[in-house]
């Protein structure tokens, strides 16, 4: 039968007109679901949150019973005690994993565009430079909450209902900010300094490799010039330990590594997120340019 013939059915849909960016966040998401790879990793991160969970239950079971056997060894064990120390552990131990995943996940997502010629096709449809660069950033960002401060913020409610009493209340009605704001600190660097190695080097491999040995030298000169000067202040330099100042100060946590103001490591954060916003924006806009 000749095509001519057919019937096709008219395109009823209209275009989002707000909130563009979430077909890419979409699309990247069901593409990462059908990596085993992916699915391990995330499987790696919920482990510990399983770990955290039991020791919030476990230490909750034991507080409403003063003659439980175990009390006496939960006493007097500090990494069995719940308080904002707890929390700044979890995501502090966290931001390993969290990191792998955002480079799975991330070091191929603009490279890989420009290597498949897929630039024209999501600058072919009603789409912008800042929807594309937005729904990329905005999938690392969803990724990397996923397994930082969403399971901080449910285990503090947890807390919460096990150990009712305006006690609990009173003493944990903080963390939940603390824990949303330290893992912005952790998340927004590392997604956009991933994206942005992705749209400056032409593969992914090539892409993880050189964030993996910018993060090898900047914590090795940190810990080279803290060692020669015999300043700890140095440290900061060290952009992990930096994050780390800052999760010190959130979780008002007195055991500082080195006694830099807040303020600075703050100001460090600021200055290579925005540097790398940049590149990627830079990059970005230049394929719808020339799209």
């Known amino acids: 039968m000749p ?7 008219r395109y009823d849909g209209q275009p989002r007109r707000h909130f563009r960016w979430l077909v890419i966040v979409e699309q990247e998401l069901k593409t990462l679901a059908k990596f085993r790879v992916f699915k391990g990793l995330i499987l790696v ?17 034991l507080a409403q019973d003063p003659n439980h056997p175990l009390q006496i ?22 931001t ?37 660069s937005l729904g990329k950033t905005m999938t690392l960002v969803a990724l990397g909450l996923s397994i930082t401060a969403l399971p901080g913020v449910l285990l503090v409610v947890l807390h919460n209902l096990l150990l009712p009493g305006m ?28 994206l942005a190695c992705s749209s400056l080097l032409p593969s992914q491999n090539y892409a993880a490799i050189a964030v993996i040995m910018a ?14 000067l015999r300043q700890r202040n140095y440290f900061a330099v060290s952009f992990p330990l930096a994050l780390r100042r800052i999760g010190e100060t959130v979780f008002q946590d007195n055991r500082v590594l080195f006694t830099l103001s807040w303020y600075w490591c703050f100001l460090y954060v600021i200055v ?14 230049h394929a719808e340019i020339a799209s």
């Open 45 to 61: 991160a919920c482990l510990h949150i399983i770990l955290r969970l039991l020791q919030i239950v476990a230490y909750d079971v």
């Open 96 to 132: 390993t994993i969290t990191f792998i995943i955002l480079l799975y996940a991330g070091a191929g997502m603009i490279c890989n565009d420009f290597k498949n010629n897929l630039m024209e096709i999501y600058f072919s449809k009603p789409l912008t430079w800042l929807d594309y």
């Open 73 to 94: 060894v939960f006493a007097n064990l500090d990494i069995a005690y719940i308080g904002p120390a707890t929390f700044f552990s979890f995501l502090y131990l966290q």
């Open 272 to 285: 290579v997120c925005l540097v790398a916003l940049a590149i990627v924006l830079r990059k970005v806009r």
């Open 167 to 194: 006690d609990t209340l009173t003493a944990s009605w903080w963390w939940p900010l603390s824990i949303i704001a330290y893992s912005l600190l952790i998340v927004v660097p590392a997604a956009l300094c991933i």
């Open 3 to 9: 095509i001519y013939t057919k019937s096709y059915r």
């Open 215 to 228: 993060l090898v030298a900047n914590s090795s000169l940190g810990g080279l010039l803290a060692g020669m």
